[in-house]
């Protein structure tokens, strides 16, 4: 069974950064995409950041020019830098793996780790 375990996660002052972490059970070349979403309650679930098998990268326009997705092959593992944090960006974060094989679509999700941007 594929696994996605978050880890960055705290408690950080407005205009303040954090990178969160994403590891994988198994190679990343794996995914056509890995992604990051975000939850806070109240609210529906939005995508944050997501990162394509080719390199290509996509952004939530909220977090546009203030976060970046990157992954490191060797580590089975990708980032979110998350810079100039607003109080609007605490949520839990939740990583997202996805991957086809044998005709069929695989989504895999981790438990979240908390971002409290709070002064």
């Known amino acids: 069974q594929v696994q996605v375990v978050e880890s960055g996660g705290g408690l950080v002052q407005p205009g303040g950064s954090l990178r969160l972490s994403c590891a994988a059970s198994?190679?990343?070349?794996?995914?056509?995409?890995m992604a990051w979403y975000r939850q806070a309650p109240g609210k529906q679930r939005e995508l944050v950041a997501e990162?394509?098998?080719?390199?290509?990268?996509n952004y939530g326009d909220s977090v546009r020019g203030r976060f970046i997705i990157s992954r490191d092959y060797a580590k089975r593992t990708v980032y979110l830098q998350m810079n100039s944090l607003k109080p609007e960006d605490t949520a839990v974060y939740l990583c997202?793996?996805?991957?086809?094989?044998?005709?069929?679509?695989?989504?895999?999700w981790g438990q979240g780790t908390q971002v409290t941007v709070s002064s």
């Open positions: 990162i394509f098998s080719g390199g290509f990268t």
């Open positions: 198994e190679s990343i070349f794996s995914f056509n995409t």
């Open positions: 997202n793996a996805r991957k086809q094989g044998r005709g069929m679509d695989y989504t895999y």
